[in-house]
């Protein structure tokens, strides 16, 4: 069984890996939370404050009710089951229906080991002087998620935003994924988690399919066309940090505003503006090298 284990050094240090986590978990994982008690579960469960946007949501242990329901981005539904009769009860609580529509974080699950999904994540706690150290085992895929998860939260680290918060940001129509990162003094900015596509089966003449269908397959693109249409005058974020092997970037945050209004209509003005910029960039050659890329300045702030 694949395992990870971490070194929480303190309380902020266990509330930053919930964070973390929040980040990796999905629709359909099962999180159970074990250790003795003052080890730290009921402080990973708040992680919910994180996944909700919302450092005061109240998140009362569910000793008594056995289980808090969320209706987060993905809902949540953590249960206690210390006070488990019989594990039928599960089925009473909501158990299976919590979880095909969300995910569950489940303190005490030795009381119902044999009515938990095989496929669940475990994270076991034990004291270690004033920290703890915090295993992770269970489920591959879920963990290859965490590891991602947790590269992002180095990546910040090594260049100066270990402290920073992070938080969900609605993605694009590719796979990659965007978080907002808020670090102490300083504008927020947008992380892109893009990491390099692996080589499918080759399908034809000799390609597979992100190279028949013209997909970009890390981020070297992005940052060449960004910088390409700034050269142009024009408006691109600018790419503060990066690692483009790993293929995560910090960059600048331009906005919210879009060319919908509040009840989603077009914007006409802002319709047509786009087509002008996108005739212009047209009539203009490519002035980017890509190769000029493996080593990109940081523009700073």
């Known amino acids: 069984m694949q395992a990870l284990e971490l070194t929480l050094k303190d309380e902020a240090a266990t509330i930053k890996l919930g964070e973390d986590l929040a980040l990796a978990l999905k629709a359909g994982d099962c999180l159970a939370l074990s250790g003795d008690l003052g080890a730290g579960k009921s402080t990973l469960a708040r992680l919910l404050r994180a996944m909700a946007d919302d450092e005061a949501l109240e ?13 987060l981005r993905i809902p949540v539904a953590h249960f206690d089951l210390y006070r488990l009769a019989d594990v039928s009860e599960l089925d009473e609580l909501g158990f299976d229906e919590a979880l095909s529509e969300g995910i569950c974080l489940v303190e005490w699950p030795e ?3 044999a009515a938990l999904p095989k496929s669940r994540l475990t994270a076991t706690f034990s004291h270690l002087g004033d ?3 915090v295993t992770l085992s269970g489920d591959a895929a879920a963990l290859l998620r965490i590891e991602r998860s947790l590269a992002i939260r180095a990546f910040l680290l090594e260049r100066g935003f270990g402290h920073a918060k992070r938080r969900h940001l609605s993605g694009d129509a590719s796979a990659r994924a965007y978080e907002r990162i808020f670090a102490p003094g300083e504008q927020a900015l947008i992380l892109m988690d893009s990491a390099r596509h692996k080589p499918g089966p080759i399908l034809q003449d000799g390609k597979y399919y992100q190279q028949l269908a013209h997909l970009a397959e890390d981020v070297i693109p992005f940052v060449a066309i960004a910088r390409d249409i700034r050269e142009k005058g024009f408006c ?5 940090e990066s690692d483009l092997d790993v293929g995560i970037l910090l960059i600048e945050d331009i906005g919210n505003d879009g060319i919908l209004d509040a009840d989603g209509q077009p914007i006409a003005e802002r319709y047509l503006e786009s087509v002008r910029a996108l005739a212009h960039l047209h009539a203009q050659p490519v002035t980017g090298h890509i190769s000029r890329l493996r080593h990109p300045p940081h523009s700073g702030f």
Request: hydrophobic content about 40%; charged content about 10%.
């Open 59 to 71: 998140v009362p242990s569910p000793t008594f009710t056995l289980v808090q329901s969320y209706e």
């Open 111 to 113: 009381n119902a080991l």
């Open 131 to 133: 920290g703890r150290i």
């Open 236 to 240: 691109a974020p600018n790419v503060y």
